[in-house]
């Protein structure tokens, strides 16, 4: 009834039904142009993390400002007159720019070896390059060998140094950060009461709304920094690096492919569906119901507040997919309805094809709203959010597909379809055939297939490195390798060893006799201070430190262990004791304690911080067993306790991250799987179809996998979510097959000739959806975005397999096990 009803409507009042159509896409058009697209480093960590939150804790408690990196080679001397020239140039060009804190050089830092001195002179008389009378050949010479700035500050070639940008601190930002992360923790202790309830929805709207009021000035500062350093290359080369840097380019990676390829795909598709259809029709009407769910979707995503974060950054391209299947469907029906009633008013043959395809078309978009669906039970909001775009996304398109093709129809004046293509095609055949003569054959191969596949899938490692975002080719992936390779590595990685407390006596009776004569020198308020330094402490942190720098994994480690090498350096093979450091601590200059001693070291929480950076270029970089390893290490080897230390920083957070969607994709994926039983289960009201469907839908999924594993692609942040776009492909196309299956065997009850007729019809549909959605996903793999361009590949692997598995083993199967039952009498 409401079927017919819906017919009648739309094939009536079609002008009508255009109208609100063309409204509905001007109307969200207009918002969709205000959805965001979020790569920044909050959309990749888990706000329910304990992690995070010491993080934010041990950040507060240190100097820990956000930073960009300038990687300088000159093409003089480093230390020549020119060089330091140009560098102090640069610097002073940096530090204009609005948002720039302070810069960090080798023009800036503190030379304790040049000559060396003892620590009382050190702190009275601070010597930097601009120091006069300093000496080059000894500023080369420490800058290369000292703990403090060699492969760090300067490369071991002493041809690349870098140039740190301080940005300052956003004070607004940080309110509001935590003024919502006070509520988050509030929440997890308790429920919050419905005042408190109010008070967090605030705090979570204004800290969006000014994340997206700064997100602009970010990518501006990034770009006046880089509009900076470029009058400089004529000098050396110059490479821009830094985790802020890195978000920001991968936005403008992930726009800019939108843009290209996004108009290259539609493009190709065009020149497919003309090759295939050879009508202007057939061609303009999947374009224009893409188009129109697409900025449909868009815009209700950015009514509702959502945003596009790297996990989600496909959701386009997979509402693509799903739209060209239902129109291409809804052309290859009507143009077979043609054939068989030529005779038939546009009107009639319209009317037939949307009773044929409407039923499995929304049981194809309610499997899908299920399988997405599964995605919104973890608790991690970029898959929440990805769940919602992709319901929204296909349930847009089955509404836009359902009323542009019918009305369009009705425009278009009745016209003897062009069936050059079908002829000459014959794939359709010789899977028919294949199956009909080949069974064992398929069994075998399917077999091996899997069996290819289990291998793959035990060798799939879950990754996340930056700098293979990029092509070798591209600036960034240069700049992050010549960061990576000569000036100690990208990702930081931050351990915090605290000490256990002593009664103050205590501490005065272990350091008194050496303190006493140096007493004049420390103020009453920086007591804490100067009997801190104890030589125990000092033996536990270069411990932490040497076995930190015995990691291959590791680039560089920056901690008070460092500053106590140079101590050996200075004292012929002796440690700084504990009256130097805390004398360096008191009493050296703001400036220089800012960039030796404070970012390691916090007397009021007893305990030592060592800031790693990671060498993200290493290939045999493991990151989850790295800090399992490190873990392990600090109890079993070095003898702390689990409560004593901790492991922060951004390279765990991510790493948490991408456990967390790793363990969350697979309990989705077995929902998934359970929900889309239920589906088969409620459309066929049989088991044995539910458990074949099944078995045929998770053919390409262990494909895939197995692929990945064996070519050593990662599951990412940008890869993990094509498991849901090969369930959906194939999921498309097991309904599409079995429903028509079903139909043809209702004719005579024999499976053989069903499953002819079934590949002589439908099939055709799933061919040509299938054949225009790889020739144009296939211009992806030109991408200097690597996901982009392993997505690409991937997707045209998942659709390859599927219809395979679709007209192949489905089939075979089928024909088997006879799940259909069979006709009696």
């Known amino acids: 009834m409401f079927l017919q009803r819906y017919i009648d409507f739309v094939t009536h009042y079609f002008k009508a039904v255009l109208i609100f159509v063309a409204l509905a896409t001007g109307i969200f058009g207009y918002y969709a142009q205000f959805l965001g697209i979020d ?158 309830k109010k008070e967090f929805e605030a705090a979570k709207k204004a800290f969006k709304e000014y994340g997206y009021s700064t997100r602009d000035e970010v990518h501006q500062l990034i770009e006046n920094v880089r509009s900076t350093i470029n009058p400089f290359r004529k000098e050396g080369e110059l490479f821009l690096g830094g985790v802020m840097m890195i978000a920001d380019d991968m936005i403008g990676f992930v726009k800019n492919d939108i843009a290209i390829y996004g108009t290259a795909i539609m493009l190709i598709m065009v020149l497919m569906l003309w090759v295939i259809f050879r009508q202007v029709r057939f061609v303009v009407l999947p374009i224009l119901v893409s188009f129109c769910a697409v900025i449909i979707t868009t815009g209700v995503n950015a009514l509702m507040g959502l945003e596009v974060t790297v996990v989600s950054s496909n959701y386009v391209a997979m509402q693509l997919i799903t739209t060209l299947s239902l129109v291409i469907h809804l052309i290859v029906s009507y143009r077979e309805e043609y054939v068989l009633y030529p005779h038939f008013s546009q009107k009639e043959l319209i009317e037939i094809t949307l009773k044929r395809m409407s039923v499995p078309s929304v049981f194809i978009i309610l499997t899908s709203v299920a399988g997405f669906g599964s995605l919104m039970t973890c608790d991690i909001l970029p898959i929440i959010d990805l769940g919602t775009m992709m319901n929204i996304g296909v349930t847009v398109s089955l509404i836009a597909a359902y009323l542009l093709f019918p009305s369009m129809m009705m425009l278009f004046p009745k016209k003897e379809p062009v069936l050059t293509f079908d002829k000459a095609f014959t794939l359709n055949t010789i899977f028919a055939q294949t199956v009909e003569h080949h069974g064992k054959k398929i069994i075998v191969i399917v077999v091996a297939i899997l069996g290819f596949s289990l291998v793959g899938t035990t060798q799939l490692v879950v990754e996340n490195s930056f700098i293979n975002y990029f092509k070798k080719s591209t600036e960034i992936y240069q700049g992050m390798q010549k960061i990576d390779n000569t000036l100690g590595g990208t990702t930081p990685l931050e351990i915090v060893v605290t000490f256990p407390k002593i009664q103050n006596k205590e501490k005065k009776s272990n350091t008194s006799d050496e303190l006493d004569s140096f007493a004049d020198e420390f103020t009453e308020t920086d007591n804490d201070a100067q009997y801190w330094f104890t030589a125990q402490k000092m033996e536990t942190i270069l411990k932490v430190h040497d076995y930190l720098v015995s990691l291959p994994e590791v680039g560089n480690v920056s901690s008070l262990g460092t500053l106590t090498k140079v ?75 689990k409560e004593d ?51 045929v839908n998770m053919v390409p999924i262990s494909v895939i996998f197995g692929i990945m594993g064996i070519a050593n692609i990662p599951l990412d942040i940008m890869s993990i979510t094509i498991a849901s776009i090969a369930l959906g492909i194939t999921v498309d196309n097991t309904i599409h097959y079995f429903y028509r299956f079903r139909e043809e065997l209702a004719l005579d009850g024999d499976y053989i000739a069903s499953m002819h007729r079934a590949h002589g019809t439908i099939a055709f549909g799933m061919f040509y959806y299938s054949l225009a959605t790889i020739v144009g996903f296939l211009v992806l793999v030109t991408s200097n975005f690597i996901p982009t361009l392993i997505f690409g590949l991937l997707t045209v692997i998942v659709l390859l397999v599927a219809i395979v598995s679709d007209l192949l083993f489905s089939p075979l199967l089928v024909v088997t096990f006879k799940p259909f039952g069979v006709k009696r009498g």
Do not use: C, W
Request: aromatic content about 8%.
């Open 39 to 196: 790569a920044s480093a909050e959309t990749l960590l888990l706000e329910n993390d304990t992690d995070l939150k010491l993080t934010r804790e041990v950040h507060g408690r240190y100097i820990s400002p956000d930073y960009l990196v300038v990687a300088f080679s000159p093409k003089e001397y480093m230390l020549s007159e020119t060089n330091i020239a140009t560098i102090k140039a640069l610097k002073d060009s940096l530090l204009r720019i609005n948002g720039v804190e302070s810069i960090t050089s080798l023009l800036d830092v503190p030379l304790l070896e040049s000559p060396p001195m003892a620590v009382s002179e050190v702190v009275k008389n601070v010597r930097t390059l601009s120091s006069p009378d300093i000496k080059k050949a000894m500023v080369q010479k420490e800058l290369t060998s000292s703990p403090l700035y060699a492969k760090n500050l300067v490369s071991d070639d002493f041809k690349t140094t870098a140039i740190l940008v301080n940005l300052k601190e956003d004070a607004r930002y940080t309110e509001l950060l935590q003024k919502r992360n006070s509520f988050i923790e509030l929440q997890q202790k308790r429920e919050l009461k419905p005042e408190e």
């Open 567 to 641: 101590g050996r350096i200075l004292k012929e093979g002796k440690d700084f004791d504990g009256v130097e450091l805390a004398l360096m601590y008191n009493e050296l200059p703001l400036e220089f304690k800012k960039i030796l001693l404070s970012p390691y070291v916090n007397t009021e929480y007893n305990e030592a911080r060592f800031v790693v950076r990671i060498v993200d270029s290493n290939k045999n970089l493991r990151r989850n067993e790295l800090i399992k390893k490190i873990q392990t290490d600090l109890e079993t080897k070095i003898g702390l306790k």
């Open 645 to 695: 230390f901790k492991l922060v920083g951004m390279m765990v957070l991510y790493n948490n991250m991408l456990q967390s969607l790793f363990d969350s994709q697979i309990g989705t994926l077995g929902l998934a799987l359970l929900s889309l039983g239920a589906m088969f289960l409620f459309l066929f009201r049989s088991l044995k179809i539910a458990v074949v469907a099944l078995t």
